[in-house]
């Protein structure tokens, strides 16, 4: 495979990428918000306390929120018994309804997850500049995504956000239960692609999941936290920018990529520069050349395809 040279600190002290062969992207809080889940939650709450006469909606949202957070935290001994994505989406709702008393058919449950998803959806807002800077990104690089979440999920929300066809590789971790920070979940990845996991970026926002568990699969990690923050004390440097579109302009920019102590230049905090600026350091044309495009490189769940949200 042929590929643009660049030169990076990755974060591994002493190492440096001579030659990126794709770059790889968490999902949640990288590419698309996750605010739209809470949102949606919300929504969902709201209709479900009126049919079923709970006085507080918030009771419900909230439950849904604790099982939610403690489930994921716990996946292990909570959710990987469940088996199928399905029940694993629905186990949120069966509890939260619970606690407020609510026994739910399986129909209902079923038209909670499907309604869940739906809105969100719906409010989902495509980012006016990240799919140009992408596209400029996916003419040098394939790309590819790394999300614990499920194939349907992941791929409906990233066709709402117009970056789905940008993507060679969708690798959904709830699928087969092999969730991020296991290296496993990037090393299927980069097979998928045919790359060397030592010859990829991989950006997220997470740090355990995304930073720990990208450098322990050989990958060169790129931090983009939701909140600003530094790196953690006694951690490697690692290279951090405020949000997806700066790590991207980086990387499209640099003829090496910025060493992670130097404080990024200004433009790349500027989210209304163009991807494809003739500025000073701006590389221009084509690297490496795409494998086909695939919409995921694992299974669909049990749920139906979500259309408009109905509840």
């Known amino acids: ?20 062969e794709a770059v790889l992207f968490d999902l949640d809080d990288t590419l698309v918000s996750s605010d739209a889940m809470w949102y949606a939650v919300d929504v969902v709450c709201r ?21 939610f957070e403690a489930a994921w935290k ?4 909570m959710l990987a018994p469940l088996g199928s994505v ?9 509890h939260a309804l619970a606690a407020v008393g609510i ?28 799919p140009g800077l992408l596209r400029a990104l996916a003419d040098r690089y394939p790309l590819a995504v790394v999300s614990n979440a499920s194939a349907i999920h992941a791929e409906a929300r990233l066709a709402k956000a117009g970056l789905l066809d940008l993507f060679d590789a969708v690798i959904c971790g709830l699928d087969d239960q092999v969730l991020k920070p296991d290296p496993e979940a990037f090393a299927r990845c980069c097979r998928e692609l045919g790359v060397d996991p030592g010859s990829c970026l991989y950006i997220g926002d997470d740090w355990n999941n995304d930073m720990i568990g990208a450098r322990q699969a050989g ?14 004390a006694g951690e490697p440097p690692t290279p951090l920018y405020p949000n ?9 920019r640099a003829p090496a990529f910025p060493n992670p102590q130097q404080t990024a230049h200004p433009e790349e905090y500027d989210d209304h520069a163009r991807p494809n600026d003739k500025r000073p350091g ?7 050349a795409h494998l086909h495009r695939k919409p995921s490189a694992c299974g669909r769940g049990a749920e139906s395809t979500p259309g408009e949200p109905e509840v």
């Open 1 to 20: 495979m042929t590929t643009d040279s660049v030169t990076i600190s990755s974060g591994i002290a002493g190492t440096a990428l001579s030659a990126v």
């Open 47 to 67: 209709y479900t306390a009126a049919k079923h006469d709970i006085p507080v909606p918030a009771a419900l949202a909230t439950a849904y929120r604790h099982t």
């Open 282 to 288: 701006c590389r221009q044309g084509h690297g490496t």
């Open 103 to 130: 026994s739910a058919t399986d129909a209902e449950l079923d038209h909670l997850v499907n309604a869940l998803l739906a809105h969100q959806l719906t409010i989902t807002r495509p980012d006016p500049h990240l």
């Open 244 to 252: 997806i579109n700066a790590a991207v302009r980086a990387i499209l």
């Open 86 to 94: 399905h029940a694993i989406r629905r186990y949120p709702w069966t």
């Open 219 to 232: 990958l060169h990690p790129i931090w983009v936290p939701r909140n600003p923050q530094p790196v953690p």
């Open 74 to 77: 716990g996946f292990s001994t």
